[in-house]
């Protein structure tokens, strides 16, 4: 469980988990619990790229949320549509919402206080094994994630020599198209 604060109020703590679900575990009830306060999604492991990519997507949701102009009605929806650059919940959600084939899940609350945090986790501990290392971008998950995120490997290529690696490329491309979609909101 990784937990990041980002200051007061609904949007005070965002809870990031990996988890691997149990065989038949089944995220729905999880989702219709946590539909409030705190608010809950469930994303396909396979396509995130870091820790970064989910904070970047959570500091824009707040942003918006705070300034009255969030386009979903949860605050972790609002994070699935920047962490997915989509601006329908519906193509976020099928865009990255976590499917019955996903072999690995991250979950992402949006909490007022550790103890909503801590709640959050022992629901979700029910459903799965805590594996954090699927937030983590690495060169496995990278050819998949530059295709649904429409990466080109001529900006890969570009970008590594700025910042090391494939991975940490890839990781910064997503940061930006996320960050860009706030523009065409």
Known sequence: M????LGKGQF??????????????????????????????????CLVAGEAHLITAATLAKRSWEAGENVSRTPANEVLLYASSKRQ????IEFMGVRDQSEGWVA???????????????DLLAAGTEDDSLIDLCDSKCPFIESKFG????EVLCTIPLVG???RAVSSLVVERVSISDLFR
């Open 2 to 5: 990784r937990v990041c604060n």
């Open 151 to 154: 990466i080109s490997w001529d």
């Open 108 to 122: 992402v609350a949006v909490c007022e206080s550790e103890s909503q945090a801590m709640c959050v986790m022992q």
């Open 89 to 92: 919940i519906r193509e976020a």
């Open 165 to 167: 690696s494939r991975v």
């Open 12 to 45: 005070a703590l965002l809870l990031m988990s990996g988890l691997r679900p149990r065989p038949g575990a089944d995220p729905r009830p999880l989702l219709a619990k946590y539909s409030e306060s705190p608010s809950l999604q469930i994303l396909d492991a």
